[in-house]
């Protein structure tokens, strides 16, 4: 005779008398939480949401090419962008100068954008920064040893020095964090990374305090900047932005089942290391790409998931790209912004994201109208 089972189910009741909810029945309610938050609530508004930010996208962006200390008509821009034979200043200045900026803006801007939701999705924390993993600090101690030793001393030098450093800076980090008896939690990759983070900061200062022409140098990158990048800049970080987009709209699912506690994660048949994993190598390659083509960039990370969040609810199937597209829209309206202030000068687009996103976050902060993570 067939012995019949005595483990209980998830639909019997516990010892209590009431019933344990399954994991299954978590990621529904989950689904259902996830409806109901946000602006967009239904996957159609939610599609016809992003293409509206895609048209914003391509605005901004001939926004980007048309303004600056010179405005130059659109029709001009159209002409210079469609006939490379166009002669004049305003054509090369199209060609040579803002075209290449802009399309460096999106990529970073799209980096920093996906990282942010990466890094607060993975952390649980509203106040996640993708630099936390210490891949500012990584990149900011590569570039600073670069110009002191090496005598390096233009952005296209810099590059591959700064991905280099952030790449060590987090790899050093997860090292760390994951030396402990419960292995890589996101608590102790923020604290090694604030320990790193640290560290390689104060080796930037003892480097920077002794010699003033690194200094010199060093300012420069570090204040954030799409000025004075030529194109190939941007070629040599796409790789690696592509690469992390994809591990990043791939890390997507995971990151929702995540939400619900790496116990039922488990349950569901998640793997949470892997999902960890990748996570951490996709905000890595996405931001130590954005901050070894810019220098470090703050607050886009730090604000746009909020944005994004407060728009789709936290599904991160569609608050990853939401993300990434704000990020485009945010940073290239402030490079525009620093272009056009301080005529006939610059104001570099670090300074004008911290001087617009810090009041602005703390508004949203005083509104509590962020959505939970």
Avoid at 197 to 203: K, P, T
Avoid at 329 to 335: E, T, Y
Wanted: aromatic share 6%; with cysteine.
């Amino acid at each position: 005779m067939a012995q019949r089972s005595t483990a209980p189910s998830s639909a019997e009741p516990s010892a209590g008398g009431t019933r344990a909810p399954a994991p299954e029945d978590l990621a529904r309610e989950q689904n259902t939480e996830q409806r109901r938050r946000g602006l967009l609530r239904g996957p159609a508004t939610r599609l016809g949401g992003l293409w509206l930010l895609l048209v914003l996208t391509v605005v901004v962006c001939a926004l980007s090419i048309a303004v600056g200390t010179r405005s130059i008509g659109l029709g001009t821009v159209w002409q210079a962008l469609t006939d490379s034979s166009l002669p004049g200043d305003e054509g090369v200045v199209i060609r040579e100068l803002r075209v290449p900026r802009t399309l460096l803006g999106i990529l970073v801007g799209l980096s920093l954008g996906v990282a942010g939701a990466l890094m607060q999705g993975h952390t649980r924390n509203p106040l996640g920064d993708p630099g936390l993993l210490g891949v500012a600090a990584g990149a900011s101690a590569a570039v600073v040893l670069a110009i002191f030793v090496l005598g390096v001393s233009t952005p296209s030098g810099y590059v591959w020095f700064a991905f280099a450093g952030a790449l060590l800076g987090s790899v050093a980090v997860f090292a760390i964090g994951s030396s402990g008896r419960g292995g890589a939690t996101p608590v102790s990759l923020a604290l090694a990374g604030a320990a790193i983070s640290a560290l390689l900061y104060a080796l930037v200062r003892a480097v920077l305090v002794s010699d003033q022409q690194t200094l010199d140098s060093f300012r420069f990158w570090v204040v954030g900047s799409l000025a004075g990048r030529d194109s190939s800049i941007a070629w040599q970080v796409l790789p690696f932005i592509a690469v992390g987009l994809l591990l990043a709209v791939v890390n997507a699912p995971a990151l929702n089942l995540l939400g619900l506690g790496e116990d039922v994660a488990r349950g569901l048949g998640q793997n949470v290391l892997l999902a960890r994993t990748t996570g951490i190598l996709a905000i890595t390659l996405l931001t130590g790409a954005a901050t070894a083509a810019c220098g470090p960039i703050g607050f886009v990370g730090l604000v746009v998931p909020h944005v994004a969040r407060a728009i789709t609810g936290p599904d991160h199937r569609w608050l990853i790209p939401y993300s990434g597209l704000l990020g485009v829209v945010l940073l290239l309206v402030a490079d525009v912004v620093g272009r056009v202030v301080v005529r006939p000068g610059e104001l570099q687009v670090g300074i004008v994201l911290a001087l617009v996103g810090a009041p602005f976050f703390i508004a949203l902060v005083r509104r509590k109208k962020m959505s939970a993570l």
